[in-house]
């Protein structure tokens, strides 16, 4: 199970990184969100065979993911961070990737997510 860590309290316009340990096995990795009394929301995907990025309209220019191959983690770098970013956020892994890599219903495995809270 990958747990994500980082996050904490940032005001608006403030910069925060999520990070997620991989386990070492190739996969693809995906980024969602929940905030308080919502749905879990898609933020951004990886696609491990490719190296493809994909990001949420509401994310896209803000937030990034880069991957650290010596340390074998994928890190979500929040940047521009409003208050409507506040959640609680979560790595999910992929063995095999989905064309529909947005859906939470596709991913079997939720680690312990990280609290993100945007506020001033």
């Known amino acids: 199970q990958l747990q994500a860590s980082g996050g904490g309290t940032v005001q608006p316009g403030g910069s925060l990184s999520v990070s997620c340990a991989l386990s070492?096995?190739?996969?693809?990795l995906a980024w969602f969100r929940q905030a308080p009394g919502k749905d879990r929301e898609f933020v951004a995907a990886w696609r491990s065979p490719t190296n493809t990025y994909y990001y949420a309209d509401s994310v896209k220019g803000r937030f990034t993911i880069s991957r650290d191959k010596s340390k074998n983690t994928l890190t979500l770098q929040m940047n521009s961070l409003k208050p409507e970013d506040t959640a609680v956020y979560y790595c999910?892994?992929?063995?095999?990737?989905?064309?529909?890599?947005?859906?939470?219903?596709?991913?079997?495995?939720w680690g312990q997510g990280t609290l993100v809270t945007v506020s001033s």
């Open positions: 999910a892994p992929r063995l095999i990737w989905s064309v529909a890599y947005y859906n939470p219903g596709q991913y079997n495995h």
């Open positions: 070492g096995r190739s996969y693809s």
